[in-house]
């Protein structure tokens, strides 16, 4: 008998409740687990739980915390080795700045849709499923 296959777990990141349902729905019908956090404390009891996380995406402009900021602390302070990637409605140029400078692996456009965003994902997590 063969044990079946883990799904990828994404962590979404966001601020906006309708934004986290619409990730969660739209990640969890292309077959990924998908945790969710609405703010930082909630992204560090996820991340001291132990969950294993393959995929983290931050919102980059929430009221305690900017995502691109948090990033950069995930990754040198908290040793964070997953991809991150920034999620924005800002400008496509201004996203990809931010996403340079704060060393993540890459951004999605809230302007690109949902879909766009289970793509990418797909990219980072080498899934070739269909959407």
Do not use: N, W
Not at 64 to 76: C, I, M, Y
Request: aromatic residues 2%; hydrophobic residues 45%; contains cysteine.
């Amino acid at each position: 008998m063969t044990s079946p296959t883990r799904k990828k777990c994404v962590l979404v990141m966001d601020d906006s409740i309708l934004a986290l349902e619409l990730s969660r729905d739209a990640l969890e019908a292309a077959d990924f687990s998908v945790l969710v956090a609405h703010d930082a404390s909630e992204l560090a009891h996820h991340l001291a739980a132990g969950e294993t996380i393959d995929l983290i995406i931050l919102d980059m402009q929430m009221p305690e915390v900017l995502g691109d900021s948090l990033a950069v602390g995930l990754k040198t302070e908290r040793g964070v080795r997953v991809p991150i990637l920034l999620c924005s409605g800002h400008d496509e140029a201004t996203l990809a700045r931010r996403a340079r400078s704060a060393a993540v692996d890459g951004y999605v456009s809230k302007q690109a849709g949902i879909e766009a965003m289970v793509a990418r994902v797909r990219d980072f997590l080498h899934d070739d499923s269909p959407v």
